[in-house]
């Protein structure tokens, strides 16, 4: 008798405890299948309106607030209490949100570097220390492809609150160059050369005028100073291409670039013995 | 000839172009003093020679031109002076095929390519404004009866609606807006009539025509930099003229 109840209890029950899962799994899955669409549509919606990075964030944290009401919703089904989730949540989050506190102020730093654009990905910048083109602003970090080919990850709180050089920013970019002459030489003469190579420079600008002049006589050489104004996308070239032609221009016509030289004066005459085959004495 | 295939070997100013068929293939070559200066091979494509905007040599850095007048131009208070100028162009060498096309080269025909900042004058050596392609162009009352190869016929009117004397020396033109057309199987090319209206001591509004200055001119296959905008006809002057 007893053995047929238990049969027929476990019958009941197990029925039932199956049909609850059914019933959970089809609420998972329905629930995560509609925010998957969600998802997608807000992402499409928003792609067009924000930049992609800010679309993309904000559509994976609206997926993952969903799936965490459906798995809610999914137990409350099945007959499971969610109070004292609620209230052993609540406490979780003080413990969470304190562990995470310099995950989530990363995160905040980076919703507000998508939103205010201070760099976008593609631009040149120069940050703590670091000078390379943005591949990735994500919502902890910012990704920088380093001159030299490192890929370099600083903290967005570190962006917002260092300083941040935005090359690409810029409407032009000034470089400058020091040239020496030997003393010897015409500084006018010097200047005409390194006036012509600069003129018929394409990237040099018109407007503001090159600034040429002798700005050092130091010990070795007359210093002159070359600074040009140059569109920013063509800065690095103009730089190398520059210096190049000035030097080739001034060579050519004779203009000697000194080197460093000494020039050691004694003030008595100094002995000099020649020696034959050994010390002396 | 613009508007035409490339069918043989020709000189355009210091550059000599070569376009050699073998079946379906094209390699084109372009010269500068005997030597290759672009080289490209393609397959199946027509390529022909257009006139085209100065902002595409040595690269693409800027969609505005700003023209320097080579004599300065006063207007007197509330008139209106018309006058024509002639625009630096480049040529530049299209490759078509159903209906789409691309520049495969631009064949630049001045001898200096300069750029200029065009923006708020500063006292403390910083800068601002936008980056212009820098050209010095002649101007003239008269309609030219020759333009040479490499410049493109335009038509200014400058308005004013200042009650003094207004001294214009340079026009900043945008791209966009601007319209090259030009005539088949011909060098002339001209630009559709542009009007610069000078609002205050300071500021102008540059305002393009729709329609070019010479009868029976086709319009130029605008390329993606250069698309004219859908909306505003107009470019603006802020920091002088």
Known sequence: MELVDLIRNLLLYGGEVVFKVAVFIAVLIAGISISVVIKRAFLKFLSTRVSNAIASNLSRALYYVMVFIVVAVALGTVGIDLTGFIIAGGFAGIVVGVALQPVLSNLFAGLYLMIEKTINVGEVVEISGNAGEVTEISPIFTRIRTFDGFIVSVANTQIISGVTKNFSRAVARRVEFRIGIAYREDAEKAYRIIKGVVDEHPYVLVNPPPDIFVSNLGQGSMDITVRVWTPPQVAYDTTKDLLWRMKKALSESGVEIPYTQVDVWFRSTLSVEQLHGGRPG | ?241
């Open chain 2, 1 to 241: 000839m613009f508007g035409m295939e490339i069918s043989e070997p020709l000189v355009l100013g210091m550059h000599r172009i070569d376009v050699t068929r073998v079946g379906e293939g094209i390699l084109y070559k372009r010269y500068r003093n005997g030597v290759i200066e672009r080289e490209i091979l393609a397959k199946n494509v027509t390529l022909k020679l257009m006139p085209i905007y100065p902002i595409f040599y040595p690269r693409f850095i800027t969609r505005y031109i700003l023209c320097e007048f080579s004599t300065p131009i006063y207007v007197p208070p509330m008139e209106s002076i018309a006058l024509y100028m002639h625009l630096p162009i480049d040529i530049a060498v299209y490759g078509y095929k159903n209906g789409s096309f691309t520049i495969i080269d631009v064949v630049p025909m001045h001898r200096l390519y300069k750029y200029t900042l065009y923006g708020p004058p500063s006292k403390y050596g910083d800068v601002g404004g936008v980056v212009a392609r820098y050209c010095r162009t002649s101007t003239s009352l008269e309609k030219p009866t020759d333009v040479e190869v490499g410049f493109c016929l335009s038509q200014i009117e400058i308005k004013s609606r200042l009650e003094k004397f207004t001294v214009v020396s340079k026009l900043l033109l945008d791209s966009s807006p601007l319209a090259i057309f030009y005539k088949l199987g011909s060098w002339r090319c001209c630009t559709q009539h542009i009007m610069m209206m000078i609002s205050s001591t300071s500021a102008a509004v540059v305002e393009y025509g729709g329609q070019p200055i010479e009868s029976g001119f086709k319009a130029l296959d605008e390329p993606e930099e250069a698309k004219a905008p859908l909306i505003s006809s107009r470019s603006e002057m802020m920091w002088g003229y």
